[in-house]
């Protein structure tokens, strides 16, 4: 069964608008967990490493005051896209480490219209 | 030069044969070596996790690490076009809190 949960599958929002983006590890605590971003028929680019109970490790390129995250247990780590646009719109996907190996969250689609 | 390097195809291949799937790396502080299955507009799904060296075996599939070479491969055997999908191979070390980085992905085609 999954082992990390990611919520939604899916979203819709409008330009200029938030979406938050909730990955959580069930029956496991992450300490460290990570936000994937993948575009069509791309690989998978990590835009950050987020650490409970401090600040989030962002990758170059990467802008953290658009996309936030707060990993405020050590189940949960959310990610914010603040002020969305069209560009923005792709694949998201968090996974976390456990002993048996890194497990991926189902991901979630976001269009900005 | 990339840290990992995967052929990203597409490969196809008729029903029943094996397939074999390969990366190689440039980072010698890399330690744990994933093979991910990912259907289109799906998550990855992990298939084979191996620590170190050597083989791994699961079913149909076989993981295969050679650290001395920095290269890894997976074969699947008996192929099916249910395994039509692609095929990303991952590894992380010690350092960074495990980052995980990824192959570009073998898209796979498995013919009936």
């Known amino acids: 069964g999954a082992v990390v949960s990611q919520h939604p599958s899916w979203v819709i929002c409008k330009s200029g608008t938030s979406v938050k983006i909730e990955c959580r590890s069930l029956?496991?605590?992450?300490?460290?967990m990570f936000w994937y971003r993948q575009f069509p028929k791309q690989s998978l680019m990590l835009m950050a490493t987020?650490?409970?109970?401090?600040?989030?490790?962002?990758e170059q390129g990467v802008e953290k005051d658009k996309f936030l995250i707060n990993h405020a247990s050590l189940t949960l780590s959310t990610l914010t896209v603040t002020s969305a646009h069209p560009e923005d719109s792709s694949f998201y996907i968090c996974?976390?480490?456990?002993?048996?190996?890194?497990?991926f969250g189902q991901g979630t689609r976001l269009t900005v219209v | 030069q990339k840290e990992v390097e995967q052929d990203p195809g597409p490969l196809s291949v008729p029903e029943g044969a094996i397939v074999s799937l390969n990366c190689t790396y440039s980072?010698?502080?890399?330690?744990?070596f994933m093979w991910y299955r990912q259907y289109s507009r799906k998550g990855p799904e992990l298939l084979m996790y191996?620590?170190?060296?050597g083989n791994k075996e699961d079913g149909r599939f076989t993981a295969q690490v050679d650290k001395s070479s920095k290269y890894i491969s997976l074969f699947i055997r008996d192929s099916q076009p249910s395994d039509s999908a692609t095929y990303l191979c991952?590894?992380?070390?010690?350092?960074?809190?495990?980052?995980?980085?990824f192959g570009a992905g073998t898209r796979l085609f498995v013919k009936a």
């Open positions: 996974s976390a480490i456990r002993d048996s190996g890194g497990f």
């Open positions: 029956d496991f605590q992450a300490t460290t």
């Open positions: 987020s650490n409970e109970g401090s600040k989030a490790t962002y």
């Open positions: 980072n010698s502080a890399f330690q744990y």
């Open positions: 191996t620590y170190s060296s």
């Open positions: 991952a590894m992380s070390g010690n350092t960074g809190g495990f980052k995980t980085i």
